[in-house]
């Protein structure tokens, strides 16, 4: 199998046609349910430029909107994490309730007709699934379904049990998929990651596209703070497992040529006596995620320049860049 044609990573129209097929038909993780567990927490966040938000109504009913005000477009809620007793516009003032009902139009005046019940937030999914937070603009399946294989690849994880500690948020100048078709592979870690190399047994990597799930595996040497499984799961998310916790990531794409990573971790013990250990292990495994920048921005380069044109796939190593480039260009096909 070739690689994709570089022009599906390099084009703004390419981006636009994501937008629609991918991004807003998936179940996108928005990180630890925790942060909505009580009336008025939510979160908000930027899927592929669409901007959603999670909220916890007064009646303990988990929602989430379009974070968009129905009156002129303006964003509601900064992207994050927070509190609220009422969704403010910080553009004319509407406000809504937690349950996206319009409160608040002041100023508006007594416009014959105008019907507050007419203009509440416009509702998208959401779900919990094991401790983290899901929302989808228009589903094409259920959660359940999407999960595919990773359901049963995590059922004897406590998953669940693992407390967020912190979030990081990282930015580079390159498409999405390129971060992904290196994401899903292990062929670049003896090249990229020196020191990663070292501390498995690469001989012993393997890689294998499940449903909706690329699994990779590599037994772990003396020294490797991960347990040597690391979990891609369709479209844009990941969570890779250590000793003691783990860490989730979505890829979103903010640009044809820019990316942002948001990264959790948790843990089973944030007490004040693991603070050390849980910091090393979060700039370790923050250090190796920087390691793949530099070859993404310059193989993105090369695919802007118009210098390449597509290779053969390893059928050993690059069997999940086959499964996701795959999966990719049927959702563009329709």
């Avoid at 991960?226 to 369709?234: C, D, H, S």
């Avoid at 310059?298 to 860049?321: D, F, I």
């Amino acid at each position: 199998m070739l690689n994709l044609d570089p022009g599906l990573y390099t084009s703004p129209e390419s981006f636009v046609r994501e937008r629609e097929a991918i991004f807003q038909r998936t179940w996108q993780l928005l990180g630890p349910a925790s942060r909505v567990a009580e009336p008025g927490h939510y979160v908000a966040a930027e899927l592929a430029g669409t901007k959603v938000m999670a909220v916890r109504g007064r009646d303990g009913v988990l929602r989430a909107f379009r974070n968009v005000c129905r009156h002129r477009g303006a964003r509601l809620l900064e992207e994050g994490a927070g509190a609220c007793k009422l969704i403010r516009c910080p553009y004319h003032n509407w406000a809504y309730d937690l349950d996206g009902t319009l409160r608040q139009a002041p100023w508006f005046g007594e416009e014959p007709g105008f019907q507050f019940a007419d203009w509440p937030l416009e509702p998208v999914s959401v779900e919990e699934w094991r401790g983290l937070l899901f929302v989808a603009v228009s589903p094409d399946q259920s959660l359940a379904v999407q999960l595919g294989d990773t359901i049963a690849e995590l059922a004897d994880e406590p998953i669940e049990t693992f407390a967020h500690d912190r979030s990081e948020r990282l930015v580079f100048d390159a498409n999405w998929k390129v971060y992904t078709d290196n994401f899903v592979e292990g062929y670049h870690i003896p090249g990229i990651h020196p020191a990663f190399f070292k501390a498995i047994d690469f001989e012993r990597f393997e890689t294998t596209a499940l449903d909706n799930l690329v699994r990779m595996t590599a037994p772990p040497r003396e020294g490797l703070f991960y347990r040597g499984k690391w979990l891609w799961m369709w479209p844009n998310w990941t969570l890779s497992l250590f000793s003691g916790g783990m860490n989730t990531s979505r890829i979103n794409p903010l640009a044809h040529d820019r990316t942002e990573l948001i990264y959790d971790f948790y843990f089973a013990d944030l007490s004040a006596a693991t603070k050390e250990k849980r910091d090393d292990t979060i700039a370790r495994n923050l250090d190796v995620v920087r390691e793949d920048f530099g070859i993404c921005l310059e193989t993105h380069k090369n695919y802007a320049s118009g210098g390449y044109r597509p290779g053969p796939l390893s059928p050993r190593h690059e069997q999940g860049v086959a499964w996701f480039q795959a999966r990719i260009a049927t959702a563009l096909a329709g």
